[in-house]
């Protein structure tokens, strides 16, 4: 069982920047995979960031250039967000993939860029 908890979530202008971080219960370097997911009212979900445990990224289309995955060297994911346009407005979150195949959530964290 892993268990992951997000946070940095929050209401910020067109143009501004935020940083969510995720906090995972076990050592990340025994996960295969994490990621950031996001989901908007009515939407599904979707891939945002992921970073491998060799520190492999790929990013969604529509934030390659604004957003950055990274990783510290114990428990901890983060994902800068730079230049944060309205449609970035969702719920972000957090995602463990392990090398057994299972996949775990966090609970998310409500990102609002509004004006």
């Known amino acids: 069982q892993v268990h992951l908890v997000e946070s940095g979530g929050g209401l910020v202008q067109p143009g501004g920047s935020l940083r969510l971080s995720c906090a995972a219960s076990?050592?990340?370097?025994?996960?295969?995979?994490m990621g950031w997911y996001r989901q908007a009212p009515g939407k599904q979900r979707e891939s945002v960031a992921t970073i491998t445990s060799g520190g492999t990224t790929t990013y969604a289309d529509s934030v390659k250039g604004r957003f950055t995955i990274s990783k510290d060297n114990a428990k901890s994911v983060y994902l800068q967000m730079n230049s944060l346009k309205p449609e970035d407005t969702a719920v972000y979150y957090c995602?463990?993939?392990?090398?057994?195949?299972?996949?775990?959530w966090g609970q998310g964290t409500q990102v609002t860029v509004s004006s």
């Open positions: 076990i050592t990340i370097f025994s996960l295969k995979t």
């Open positions: 995602y463990a993939g392990t090398y057994s195949g299972l996949g775990y």
